[in-house]
């Protein structure tokens, strides 16, 4: 062992002495090391006769570095500056890389948040950044990795991969006691409850209630809403009957907190899907290991649907 080495003090002696020399207190010192205050005092004993030297006068209610005190608190506390500094880097190196996903407003509050959880409890050190709004989100240009994204097979890139399709059936909160088959309530004492997206038809029930030849029965009300979730937080909350997207709504039916009024004719679905868009480039352990959790929910979810019907 190199000789000199030998001869250095221990590092828990220097830097008990660096903390009392930044505050001036033994007892502000001890704090910020979490040590008691005997402790650190025994600290800067051992220190002073391993130099052989006293490093601090001590006055009443107050200690002052000596002349070699102040000398090798100049050179220590640099030191440790720059190992705190080189130890954050070398620990912000290995960690975990954060995972950025973007998806639609309904998607992201209906189906992954109440199920993050289980994610984030095995995975505690995965930073998971999560962006929800209904405007697709350009992954390269914005450095997002993933996206959740809601559309017809053509308009889905190359690599994409497909989570679930679309499925319509009508879901209402227990509470309301209707009847299991959509056609045998009577329309005249209920509220729909209506997504105003123009741009997707198959969620209006006036588009959607015509193929079925139920466009003659007229409702009690209609409630609008500007953001999908609504609509479904309305029906939970009992306020009327709903649309609901099978994939984001199959967990809540399987709880019992939503029932799905079947139809006579069969079950309406949109030449829609989920998939997953990853972005190119910045691959990550963190990355695949979210990837491949959603991919298994996203194939429970589906094993979710076909046991209820709603496929």
Same mark, same amino acid.
């Given at each position: 062992?190199?000789?000199?080495?030998?001869?250095?003090?221990?590092?828990?002696?220097?830097?008990?002495?660096?903390?009392?020399?930044?505050?001036?207190?033994?007892?502000?010192?001890?704090?910020?090391?979490?040590?008691?205050?005997?402790?650190?005092?025994?600290?800067?004993?051992? /220190?002073?006769?391993?130099?052989?030297?006293?490093?601090?006068?001590?006055? @009443?209610?107050?200690?002052?570095?000596?002349?070699?005190?102040?000398?090798?608190?100049?050179?220590?506390?640099?030191?440790?500056?720059?190992?705190?500094?080189?130890?954050?880097?070398?620990?912000?190196? @290995?960690?975990?890389?954060?995972?950025?996903?973007?998806?639609?407003?309904?998607?992201? &509050?209906?189906?992954?948040?109440?199920?993050?959880?289980?994610?984030?409890?095995?995975?505690?050190?995965?930073?998971?950044?999560?962006?929800?709004?209904?405007?697709?989100?350009?992954?390269?240009?914005?450095?997002?990795?993933?996206?959740?994204?809601?559309?017809?097979?053509?308009?889905?890139?190359?690599?994409?991969?497909?989570?679930?399709?679309?499925?319509?059936?009508?879901?209402?909160?227990?509470? +309301?006691?209707?009847?299991?088959?959509?056609?045998?309530?009577?329309?005249?004492?209920?509220? +729909?409850?209506?997504?105003?997206?123009?741009?997707?038809?198959?969620?209006?029930?006036?588009?959607?209630?015509?193929?079925?030849?139920?466009?003659?029965?007229?409702?009690?009300?209609? /409630?609008?809403?500007?953001?999908?979730?609504?609509?479904?937080?309305?029906?939970?909350?009992?306020?009327?009957?709903?649309?609901?997207?099978?994939?984001?709504?199959?967990? +809540?039916?399987?709880?019992?907190?939503?029932?799905?009024?079947? &139809?006579?004719?069969?079950?309406?679905?949109?030449?829609?899907?989920?998939?997953?868009?990853?972005?190119?480039?910045?691959?990550?352990?963190?990355?695949?290991?979210?990837?491949?959790?959603?991919?298994?929910?996203?194939?429970?979810?589906?094993? +979710?649907?076909?046991?209820?019907?709603?496929?």
């Amino acid at each position: 062992m190199d000789s000199a080495l030998a001869r250095l003090p221990s590092l828990d002696l220097l830097r008990g002495f660096v903390a009392v020399a930044r505050r001036g207190s033994v007892t502000l010192a001890a704090a910020d090391l979490f040590l008691t205050q005997s402790a650190v005092s025994r600290q800067i004993r051992g /220190l002073e006769e391993h130099l052989g030297v006293p490093l601090f006068l001590r006055r @009443h209610r107050a200690i002052e570095l000596t002349p070699e005190g102040e000398r090798l608190f100049r050179l220590a506390d640099a030191w440790f500056v720059q190992l705190a500094e080189h130890v954050e880097s070398l620990r912000q190196r @290995h960690a975990e890389t954060p995972v950025t996903l973007t998806s639609t407003i309904g998607a992201i &509050s209906l189906w992954l948040l109440p199920r993050l959880g289980e994610f984030q409890a095995a995975h505690p050190s995965l930073d998971v950044r999560v962006s929800a709004g209904n405007r697709a989100v350009d992954l390269e240009r914005e450095g997002v990795d993933l996206a959740l994204r809601y559309g017809p097979p053509e308009r889905a890139p190359y690599g994409a991969v497909r989570c679930f399709g679309e499925t319509i059936v009508a879901v209402a909160s227990p509470a +309301l006691g209707l009847e299991a088959t959509l056609e045998d309530n009577d329309f005249s004492r209920l509220t +729909l409850l209506e997504y105003d997206e123009i741009a997707q038809p198959w969620l209006r029930w006036t588009d959607w209630i015509r193929p079925l030849g139920l466009g003659r029965l007229k409702p009690r009300a209609r /409630l609008g809403f500007s953001q999908y979730d609504q609509v479904i937080f309305a029906a939970l909350a009992g306020n009327g009957v709903a649309l609901g997207r099978a994939p984001l709504v199959a967990q +809540l039916i399987a709880d019992g907190r939503l029932v799905a009024l079947k &139809s006579r004719g069969r079950p309406l679905s949109a030449d829609y899907g989920y998939w997953l868009i990853e972005r190119r480039g910045g691959d990550s352990a963190s990355r695949r290991r979210f990837v491949d959790w959603l991919l298994e929910e996203a194939a429970r979810t589906r094993t +979710l649907m076909d046991a209820l019907e709603l496929s």
